[in-house]
């Protein structure tokens, strides 16, 4: 009873105020740890962010290049200069360099891609391109192919569904599909499944050009040339080095046939500007397209086939070259063997100023920090290890490798994986595991927006509350803490958190800088400077969130895991799974009788083509009990070690050890169905969406794809993954109630 009064009480607290105590920390730790912080900003700079910016962003530097040697060597030399125990981490990776790429139309009329992006005046960057990777989709498979072009809007599951409607196969086929919607290496997968034999992707000006704003150079969105590059390997199957899964690619590694990986695409597949689809598209006849897959371009969209008919041709130079991560270590003064680890990418498509450089600048700038303030008597009590990956463009390579190169120490000694990658201005954005959603919002508490008046969680709650759906809003005014989003994919925490279950985030700022430069020639400093972040003034407060983040798990006397957060996310999954089953099941036999009763061909335009939908599978209802009740029991425990951890300050290292691995126990080791690379259960990036993660992945995937004879088999699994964890917490709180009495 008396622990039920305190947990209401402290939830009628409300606000934190900086006078509170840090989670993990006591009120004295608490003031020596704010005063760190405060010592540290002083050291932030945006002035040299700004000129370390300019020159690793001088020349485009991928994997591979010259230049991406170059920068490694800088940062080396710069965390060493520091006082970091700092090395190059070689990996050596199979990468797909383009030899030829050519897309043709040959009837009715003829065109030429030119597959080139334009030189700007008014942008030196874009004329400096020796190191420069033409623009390609990277893990490709070679191929020369000719066909009838079908115009397959963003090429996702539920565009399928509509062409089958209009009658329209596209077996033997090239698909030409919009960037967007869904992650880039959705499209070629899926188009080849459904048995086209090339994919064209192109960035429609609705989307990211002038569409949505003034172009570059005159606005920050796409110009007539710009092309999106990227990788389409199989990523929700593994990332990483196609040749080594599961292994570190190191010189002697075992290494998989090229025409063994099962990440390389089945068709090949070149990526276009919107100038050069625009001859495509207007030669494809056949049914003008539904209103909603219209773009932005000058013509009437038609879905084709034909008459337009395109040959294709890509073929690469597999070339196995070096990857080099900059590891940096500064030795924890008492818990070495507890490991904090922050990473950043350093290689880019192109010049990468936006992707990824800007997210690494603001990580310097913290280190830097962290090491002046170790070198005046501060160092950390855990180890904090400093990472720039190599090669997350073509795949998360660098990360991965590394991951799985030292998998066996890293399940042991890991408190925590942070990430940053490209990041701009406007409102601080969270995403992580929900053990760490009380710790991050507390740091947004304690700083204030570099341009307003108020702190980032007020301006992010404020955001929420005008821009957010109903739900949202609705949160916005009543939670606590905000949100933290859930992880799918896109950066390198992936093999962090999804393959080896270490507690992982990805901080950043974003949202009032929207442009068309991703991936292309034009992501250049006079770009970032001129519409992203113009002096730096959200990466210099992104590195003091971050130093917030690194240094409170490194010195936390007790680590500042809470679970209270993590059960109520969980909990909001586990109903989400029942509702999308249920709203399945309605859906599905409201069509079904429609079908049945001759409505949608009673109700159809006898002129066109466009057909009823095919009956689908009755949705049955499935049994959640054992996820609630596993679910019950994990709220029941977080609640009660919320109370004890709030009486007792003590902590050891056993307590910090069940608390760093507990979400070890959300992954299992035989992985997802089909999928074994991906062993966490409650965060996977989605089979058919890519990045979009997929919460309790089993379970939903299994409904989404129909797939029922597997739904609860799946939901037993995750009651198991539930269940483990609530045995831990409680676990937890026996440990510290022994401690503290
Ligand atoms: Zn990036």
Known sequence: ????????????????????????????????????????????????????????????????????????????????????????????????????????????????????EDTLAEDPSTAVRETLLPPYNAFSRDGEVEAELVFVNYGIPEDYEILERYGIDVTGKIAIAKYGRSWRGIKPKLAGEKGAIGTIIYSDPADDGYGAGDVYPKGPFKNESGVQRGSVMDMPTYPGDVLTPGRGATKGARRLDREDAPTITEIPVLPMSYRDALPLLSALGGEVVPNEWRGGLPITYHLGPG??????????????????????????????????????????????????????????????????????????????????????????????????????????????????????????????????????NQIAEELDDPLSDITLKERSRANLLINGDAKRQAEAKDR???????????????????????????????????????????????????????????????????????????????????????????????????????????????TNQLITDGIYAAALDPNKTFGPPVAKQPVPHFNFAPLKNALARLVQ??????????????SSEEINKLLYTSERLLTRDAGLDGREWYKHHIYAPGFYTGYGVKTIPGVREAIEQRDYDKVEPQIAIAADVLNAMADRVELLSARLNGEST
Not at 359 to 381: C, D, F, Q, S, T
Not at 491 to 500: A, C, E, G, N
């Open 307 to 440: 008459p337009a008919r395109v040959r294709m041709k890509a073929e690469f130079d597999w070339k196995m070259v070096t990857a080099y991560n900059v590891i940096a270590r500064l030795e924890g003064s008492e818990f070495s063997q507890e490991w904090v680890i922050r990473g950043n990418h350093h290689d880019g498509w192109n010049h990468g100023a936006a992707d990824p450089l800007s997210g690494l600048v603001a990580m310097l700038a913290e280190a830097k920090g962290v090491a002046e303030l170790a070198k005046a008597g501060h160092r950390p009590l855990r180890t904090v290890i400093y990472a720039a990956w190599d090669a997350e463009e073509p795949g998360l390579i660098g990360s991965t490798e590394w991951a799985e190169h030292h998998a066996d120490d890293l399940r042991k000694h890991a408190v925590a994986y942070l990430n940053t990658d490209g990041s701009s201005r406007g409102f601080l954005s969270m995403g992580g595991s929900h053990v760490l959603e009380r710790y991050l």
């Open 1 to 116: 009873m008396r622990f039920l009064i305190l947990a209401l009480v402290a939830l009628g607290s409300g606000i934190v105020h900086a006078g509170d105590n840090i989670v993990g920390f006591d009120a004295t730790a608490s003031a020596a740890q704010r005063e760190l912080e405060a010592q540290l900003d002083a050291t932030v700079d945006a002035g040299e962010m700004d000129g370390w910016l300019k020159l690793m962003s001088a020349t485009p530097h991928h994997v591979g290049s010259l230049a991406s040697k170059e920068n490694a060597e800088f940062i080396a030399e710069l965390l060493s200069s520091w006082g970091y125990d700092t090395e190059i981490a070689e990996y050596e990776i199979l990468l797909p360099v383009p030899k030829v790429r050519e897309v043709e139309l040959v009837a009715p009329t003829n065109y030429e891609a030119s597959l080139t």
């Open 637 to 650: 425990a977080a609640s009660e070690f919320d109370t004890v951890a709030m009486s007792a300050s003590a």
């Open 480 to 590: 606590k803490d905000l949100r933290i989003y859930p992880m799918g994919s896109g950066s390198d925490y992936t093999p962090f958190l999804q393959h080896l279950g270490i507690a992982s985030a990805n901080l950043g700022f974003g949202g009032e800088a929207a442009d068309g430069s991703y991936h292309t020639l034009y992501d250049t400093y006079e770009h970032y400077m001129r519409f992203r972040d113009p002096g730096l003034v959200y990466g210099a407060t992104l590195a003091k969130v971050t130093a917030r983040a690194t240094l409170r798990l490194a010195n936390a006397p007790r680590l500042p895991f809470e679970f209270k957060g993590f059960a109520d996310n969980v909990a909001l999954y586990v109903s989400e799974l029942e509702e999308l089953a249920e709203n399945m099941r309605s859906t599905t036999e409201k």
